[in-house]
T-cell receptor, first 116, second 112 residues
Framework: DTEVTQTPKHLVMGMTNKKSLKCEQH?????MYWYKQKAKKPPELMFV???????INESVPSRFSPECPNSSLLNLHLHALQPEDSALYLC???????????????FGPGTRLTVL | AQSVSQHNHHVILSEAASLELGCNYS??????LFWYVQYPGQHLQLLLK??????LVKGIKGFEAEFIKSKFSFNLRKPSVQWSDTAEYFC??????????FGSGTKLNVKP
């Protein structure tokens, strides 16, 4: 299995809602990533988990809260989002390194989020 | 500032034309280089990668890229494009294994 799966594919939420995005991989990768991609822009790194520990937070607002319950799963909890947070949220995974370094990443299809 | 530059933002070619997309990065140290492709409505897929060894790297679908260390470049090439190559192409760099940068992307339209 060489896939990274993400659910849901689409999500529409109000600014007072709480929702979660889910990401799963079964490639034995020990590093997982969240990216945000706005239209016509490259993906922007948000968080990196290495061996289930948060290793990088790229100064993301606290209304985004990542969680890595185990080595195959990565969640992104959303609360009190703003309309400008509407974007495609991508999950990726890679073989981890003990130094927490990056490696070739495999991307999921993304969740298209719209905040009303 | 450290960056990955893709100077061609939008390229339009006819089928069978040759393609070269530029990618330059602006830092020294150890780099690992990638080209990703994003077809319309699909997710990012790895085209090819360079970690070490032969600087001419062959990827999927007839693409290749050449790492020229002295020019800090990793340009993507294909001798003859097809309509199905219409997509957005992103160059990416891992620096010293702990920083990952995407370029701004190049949108390729291939006219049938």
């Amino acid at each position: 299995d060489t896939e990274v799966t993400q659910t849901p594919k689409h999500l529409v939420m109000g600014m007072t809602n709480k929702k979660s995005l889910k990401c799963e991989q079964h490639m034995g990768h020990r590093a997982m990533y969240w990216y945000k991609q706005k239209a016509k822009k490259p993906p922007e790194l948000m968080f990196v988990y290495s061996y289930e520990k948060l290793s990088i937070n790229e100064s993301v607002p606290s209304r985004f809260s990542p969680e890595c319950p185990n080595s195959s799963l990565l969640n992104l909890h959303l609360h009190a989002l703003q309309p400008e947070d509407s974007a495609l949220y991508l999950c990726a995974s890679s073989q981890g390194s003990s130094a927490g370094g990056f490696n070739e990443q495999f991307f999921g299809p993304g969740t298209r989020l719209t905040v009303l | 500032a450290q960056s990955v530059s893709q100077h061609n933002h939008h390229v339009i070619l006819s089928e069978a034309a040759s393609l070269e997309l530029g990618c330059n990065y602006s830092y020294g140290g150890t780099v690992n280089l990638f080209w990703y492709v994003q077809y319309p409505g699909q997710h990012l897929q790895l085209l090819l990668k360079y970690f070490s060894g032969d600087p001419l790297v062959k990827g999927i679908k007839g693409f290749e890229a050449e790492f020229i260390k002295s020019k800090f470049s990793f340009n993507l090439r294909k001798p003859s494009v097809q309509w199905s190559d219409t997509a957005e192409y992103f160059c990416a760099v891992i620096r010293n294994f702990n920083k990952f940068y995407f370029g701004s992307g190049t949108k390729l339209n291939v006219k049938p």
